[in-house]
């Protein structure tokens, strides 16, 4: 009993708990003309074999190249919209500098994501993702779902 009230105390409220070492980010891949480039059963979508994460990041003062997916990347369907997805693992700063994130679509097609970290209240996780330099995702949870928002890439 004196454990159990001892654990208790050590809850500090309003502490944050401790930063992951990564964010997802959900990511759809669809033509103009809204024809999904994930689904397999699709001749025009990229092959979930070709597809590929790696996050180079620095620690310690040495550049390293992480992949937080292991492959084959793992294609997840949207029941509502009925349009695939993948998660990009976007790292955040704890114990380590991020500096950008590539994701191999074909053997032919390699795009690259960069981020910032300048939202004061969360300075560990990005609060702004470009992709091929465009500005496409901004830190805001959703407060009904509490998810990250997701990114849709246009081909």
């Known amino acids: ?4 009230g001892l654990l208790a105390s050590c ?12 964010i997802q980010i959900y990511t759809y891949y669809k033509t103009g003309a809204g024809i999904d480039l994930l689904n397999q059963s699709n001749p025009q979508a990229y ?4 597809l590929k994460i790696v996050s180079k990041v620095e620690i310690d003062g040495v550049t390293k190249e992480i992949m937080y997916e292991a492959k084959p990347i793992f294609l997840f369907l ?16 704890y114990a380590k500098k991020p500096i950008e994130t590539y994701v ?8 690259t994501l960069t981020y910032t970290f300048e939202n004061p209240q969360r300075p560990s996780i990005p609060d702004k993702i470009y992709y091929n330099k465009e500005l496409v995702w901004v830190d ?6 509490g ?9």
């Open 47 to 50: 092959k979930r074999d070709d």
């Open 78 to 93: 949207n029941n509502s919209t009925q349009q695939y997805y993948f998660g990009i693992s976007i790292p955040t700063k």
């Open 147 to 155: 998810l990250w928002p997701t990114i849709t890439i246009i081909r």
């Open 11 to 22: 809850a500090t409220p309003g502490v944050d708990p401790p930063t992951p070492q990564a």
């Open 1 to 4: 009993m004196c454990l159990l």
């Open 140 to 145: 805001d949870i959703n407060p009904n779902t």
């Open 104 to 111: 191999t679509l074909s053997p032919t097609v390699t795009d």
